[in-house]
């Protein structure tokens, strides 16, 4: 201290410029504690630390008696006799619906597939999802959806009454410029508008779609005066995620912790506002991340790699299994299906659904991982804040070209991982809880009777079951690279591009 007041006697400019660094320092410290921290409010409600016992026990009861669709079945509602539309029944929660529905006693004929993508789930290239027919389609473009719904259907189930269940869309979840939600609007929205186009025009009575709990988050603030985070926490640092904000004008832009949660958020009140007596419409919120399978991003992200760069060790998240959230969509068309279900409590409204169990930290999630795969994984452990500061610049990399178009030919372009590290990611990893309270209630209650399959312990060590199954004794060369669904949108955004240019 005496050498610092010296230094400001001889040169106060220097000292100065020393006293403010040293300011900054510690102020970023003070950010990185509150980053790092557990508030009592979440500590209370998380789920006790994950053991290596009580994983390696829970895998080899899983080994013994694997989870699967056709284990899980009498939990689902009752046989409905309908046809079946799902969009992007390719993916994770299509899938499942597709799978269900077969488990449950529906006729390949009466179910049909409408994606881009072409089918890769190797969970349903065998058994009867193998005839179940799919339609390439892009829903963005109102001929080729208007196409997929008008082919005709088989005799035997052509009269049947149709229910479509809306799982496509794309996610690009660290974005929160104009210019990444003009591209989400293509398909998250438009898309959303055909499919309810042509859903009339195929004569549905039943449409449930796929929205996201993270319509409900805001953007935390981390940046705030450091007598605010001496006696608390970032602004918006823990989050319930649920349905109130539905039952309120629709926010602004600006108001969206991304441009992937403001399409959304549209898209659902698009579907909802159309609830109406010949076409009963509802949409499901998962919260937060969804797993279950190796395309997914939670738990397949990283077991697609080898190293994993992170610092969230101990966010909370509830996270929702695919066939939680796929039997949550089954639930609600038992609803909607009667015909007077209009004017229920339940149509033309959200419900956000999460796994049947406390939430967990993903130091859990990934200490699962790294212990029980047969493939190589481990964390990188990063600097919190380092993380945010560098996710401003790369943001602001990114911006550049758009703000000064001129720059487009000179500025490369971010490409890979890195350019999902942009400050709306540390949104989305923040402290963020539901629960199952409004659609868990009974039917009569105004709820939809829902019911869990399988809890986050069960079915993360589950799909790691699943995976080692997969890769036991292979060579790292015949290791299976499987795409997530930000990968997909990366490349779905890329074809936009070069149409835009061949267009030109």
């Not at 610049?393 to 178009?405: D, K, T």
Request: glycine fraction near 6%; proline fraction near 7%; charge should be positive.
């Amino acid at each position: 201290m005496d050498r610092l007041l010296r230094s400001l006697a001889q040169s106060p400019l220097t000292g100065g410029a020393t006293i403010l660094a040293i300011g900054l320092i510690l102020y970023l410290v003070l950010i990185n504690n509150r980053m790092r921290g557990l508030p009592d409010d979440v500590a209370k409600i998380k789920q006790p630390k994950w053991t290596e016992q009580m994983l390696r026990e829970t895998y080899a009861r899983l080994e013994k008696n694997p989870i699967t669709v056709e284990s899980t079945k009498a939990g689902l509602p009752p046989k409905l006799n309908r046809r079946y539309i799902v969009t992007g029944g390719c993916g994770l929660v299509g899938g499942y619906l597709v799978l269900q529905l077969l488990a449950r006693g529906q006729p390949p004929e009466s179910i049909r597939i409408i994606d881009f993508q072409k089918m890769h789930r190797k969970d349903m290239l065998d058994g009867p999802a193998r005839d179940v027919e799919v339609i390439h389609t892009d829903i963005s473009s109102p001929a080729s959806t208007d196409a997929a719904f008008s082919k005709p259907w088989p005799k035997s189930v052509a009269k049947l009454p149709l229910t479509v269940f809306h799982t496509a869309a794309v996610m690009v979840p660290s974005d929160r410029n104009q210019s990444a939600y003009n591209f989400l609007e293509r398909i998250n929205i438009e898309g959303s508008k055909n499919i309810l186009a042509a859903s009339r025009r195929a004569g549905a009575d039943v449409l449930v779609a796929t929205a996201s709990a993270s319509i409900a988050i805001r953007f935390v603030e981390f940046f705030l005066a450091p007598w605010r985070l001496l006696r608390g926490w970032p602004k918006n640092f823990v989050q319930q995620l649920n349905e109130v904000d539905f039952f309120h004008p629709l926010r602004p832009f600006s108001q969206f912790y991304s441009a992937y949660a403001a399409s959304k958020a549209t898209a659902e009140r698009i579907i909802c506002d159309a609830n109406c007596e010949t076409l009963r419409t509802g949409t499901v919120r998962p919260a937060n991340g969804i797993y279950g399978h190796p395309t997914d991003n939670t738990v397949g992200g990283p077991l697609n790699s080898a190293v994993m760069p992170a610092w969230a060790y101990n966010i909370v998240n509830s996270f929702l299994h695919g066939m939680n959230c796929s039997v949550a969509h089954l639930h609600f068309e038992a609803v909607l299906a009667d015909p007077r279900s209009s004017t229920t409590p339940q149509a033309g409204r959200p419900f956000a659904v999460t796994d049947p169990n406390a939430p967990i930290q993903f130091g859990d999630l990934w200490f699962a991982i790294e212990r029980l795969s047969v493939t190589p994984f481990r964390t990188l452990s990063l600097i919190p804040v380092q993380m945010l500061l560098l996710s401003y610049a790369i943001e602001a990399y990114i911006n550049l070209p758009l703000r000064f178009p001129i720059l487009k030919n000179i500025l490369p372009p971010m490409t890979g991982d890195v350019k999902h590290l942009q400050p709306a990611l540390f949104s989305i990893v923040t402290h963020l809880y539901a629960t199952n309270d409004p659609v868990s209630k009974s039917v009569k209650e105004g709820g939809l009777g829902y019911r869990g399959l399988i809890t986050t312990t069960d079915g993360v060590v589950q799909e790691l079951v699943d995976w080692n199954e997969e890769h036991k004794g292979l060579d790292e060369s015949a290791w299976v690279k499987y795409r997530s669904s930000v990968s997909m949108a990366d490349d779905l955004d890329k074809i936009g591009n070069t149409a835009k240019s061949l267009q030109k």
